[in-house]
């Protein structure tokens, strides 16, 4: 397949999760991958990356098609629009700027050729783009790879690439051409023949069942300290926060009209095994001083459960909690202002 | 007054609160003080207090009647039994020495002559002398002095030193001993005109009301790592879990016959000017890495709440997180030992 003939791809956010999906694309030869970087664009763009894949051996000085360090603006570039467009950054929609906003110079809301895929955690992510660009096609990736970014540009992936690609209902298109344009996405992404990329028709499911994980250990261990090994020797870990939560997002799920066997709960706790000691996003964002994903992760599931009548305690206060430590860092960061601190003995 | 008419006292703790408590004491010329001190015992022995106080003044190598680095053994000593013994320690159950048996060797199970005043924080806190020490009148001593030791040795007072003190009910004693001793107790605290101390008939009304602050505010600061100033501008800290928590502790209050007036909620929010971004006792110790007082704070209202029916779903969460959080602490102290780590790639 000559280079005229490939797919054109933009994959926004390079890091674990981005650059294997570039690497899987790329080695399948029918995309032509750009990659936006940020905080990794000076390690690529020099050297290239340094990948220890289980999925596809090691990599010395990796670089797909094209590196930027900002989303094309094409209007002003004159270039074709991208085929697709992958989200594969973090999505903390309480901290601007909005990803719907990121991504506009690359995907004018006139666009009708772009497909966008958002290989990102949580609930209702789809719902910024339906209104700024409502005649886009929006696909959900939930990606159950074990991979991270050990440092700029340097990629260990040590759990199996498995990637389920759906389109997300929007009442504004025909359901066929989602559906379409997710099976086309598949069938790209699955072509290198290293890694699992299926199809699914409903995405509800399988967000909902990863939110079993990212909605109650992901937020608790973040909050308690604890890594996914310690969560469970811990005295209150399991009985009285962990399972609590998990059983409320089954029910939460239940009540919308997702059904996840009891089962998911014991899976999910023993999912990361004991003695890694494994410290999830949430947890190792927040020792780093990082913004927290917990609006999409969290907020919306509790929002969805409680809109259907699901009692949700637990979920209740580590969102409360969780938005708190967001304040925290918000403020340690200077993007909250708070009345100056005054002395008590000369009050 | 002789020396020898003096009430033969001994205090454990003489930190912030137990070094002020020693002072009143020898400053009323009623007792003569035995302190017992542990991390700061070699700063006073060889320098004595320094004692910065809007009580008292300056004072400069202010020293007790006695200083000792251990609990006395009166049987091994041949000393006189102590008139009273002052409990000004933290209260930490679930991490042993148990504080009754290291008071033991100063107050033996056959001593019927000591009064014991427990100056703690917490519900129950009396339970397992009545299990260890049944004969022996325990009083129960809420103080609402701001103090702090700025460093071993040096202690800053500056708001007034107002103690409330009471009897626990004893089944096993008459009422009046352990009122009888609760009011001496208050003549000889008071003597010294420079601080309010006011016997109460009733102490859990005060234990309960102090328990606003200290069960909801205290471990809700310590988790989101926010100050009590900080607690009240951040996302979600006030209506989301303060005034929630404060709530169900004043519904359990008055269900065990403790009438709180609503108000208790906002005058506990008020109570640390926010300007001052106060650190309450909770959160100073995780962020130094020390065990928290959470049962006797939040463990026991929550049991006693849910014994009569309360429900507590914000306390029941808040309380599984610091129980997490101590066992966090116990894990890298040591005291608990986890299966080794093994490496994710070699697995």
Known sequence: MADGQKKNVLIVGGGAVGAIAALNLEVGGLASVTVVLRSNFNAVNEGGYTIESCDHGVLKSWKPSHVRNE???????????YDYIILTTKNIPDVPPSISSLISPALTSLNKHTTLVLIQNGLNIEKPFLKSHPQTPVLSGVSLIGSAEIKPGVIVQDDRDRLLIGAFHNPQLEPAIGSQKAKEFVEIYGKGG???CLFESDVLTSRWRKLVYNACLNPICAITGLDTGRIRLADGGLEGLVRPAMREIVEAARKVGVELVDEVV????????????LAPSMLADVRKGNFIEYENLLGEPLREG???G?????LQVLYNI???IQWRTKEERGLIKIPPKKNAMTN
């Open 71 to 81: 989303v094309p603006d094409i209007e002003k570039e004159n270039l074709p629009p």
């Open 194 to 196: 290293k890694t699992e």
């Open 266 to 277: 014991d899976f999910m706790i023993g999912v990361d095994p004991l003695e890694l000691y």
């Open 306 to 308: 409680k809109a259907v």
């Open 310 to 314: 699901v009692a949700m305690p637990t």
């Open 322 to 324: 969780a938005k708190a």
